[in-house]
């Protein structure tokens, strides 16, 4: 794996009694776009706000381009581009002016890139901020956190609120920005379509904790779905299946997620005394739900821990 731009070391943080990021052990390579996902409430801005050093740890250690993020220098800030959630401008000024007073504080900017980007976005140079659609001051937010030509640009869940031909933009220049490798991209969010356009690797925060944190590929090819004919479901026998995401219960079906599955998976499968099986393609977004709705209590039966990391392999 490329070098870690982002490492974090056992990160926690409580808001008073409450751990809202709990032992977050994750390493951020180089050169990567890496999606980090989960409900409302998961902690995600809370890690995000430790990494941009806006927030303290109650314990554990975050460092960002080999610093810990409590001690930021500006030179070590101005190397990464950061676009909170909402994407807040200044609404007297023109997008020009705001690119004056973003370019002064920089020592590299690239003017075309910054024009090229809010161009995509259907914005001109002379538009108001105040006069933009939502979508499009989010394209003015990403040109200005662009155009410094950040090593690491860190993004809080950019397609909030964003219409279909926004967010396309959006992808696009994500995209576009990571081709050559060099630079690291860091995004939130809820969109799993969008995620799975753009991203090379997926971290699933579920109540605070890490449960996925692999590469897509791997993601895709380790967890597995089957829905199972079943007069009676027996919970002790459902239990029993190793790796467990989830398992939902769906009419007189019962559906199926497991992570890492082998010949015990089918063994247990076996036992429930199935009238019928039959696998489940699962796409990207049928596999991050599955973990996801483990948290919410959506699914019928809450399995045993089945992360998915390629740092420490299968916890069981
Ligand atoms: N300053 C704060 N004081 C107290 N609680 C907070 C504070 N900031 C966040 N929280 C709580 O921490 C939890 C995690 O919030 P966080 O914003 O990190 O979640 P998130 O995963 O980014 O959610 P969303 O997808 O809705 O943006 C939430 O329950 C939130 O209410």
Redesign the pocket.
Known sequence: MNAAVIELDRLT?Y??K?A??RDLDLQIPAGQVTA?L????????????IIMGL?YPTRGKATVLGHDTGQLSPEIRMRIGYMI?GHFLYPGLRVRECADLQRSGYPHWDDGLFQQVVHHFGVGLNDRAGELSRGQRAGVSLALVLAPDPELLVL??PS?GLDPVSRRALNETLIEFAADGKRTVLL?S?MLDDVERVADRVAV?TA?RLQVDTTMDDFSKRVSGWVVEIAEVDLKLIESIPRLIEARQIGARLQLVVADADDETTAAIDRLGATGVEPIEMTFGDSVLAYLARRRGESSFLGADASVSTQSGVKR
């Open positions: 943080r808001f008073g409450r809202v990021v980090l989960g409900l409302n409430g998961a902690g995600k801005t809370t890690t995000i706000r927030l959630e809080d869940d909030l939130s809820h925060m605070g």
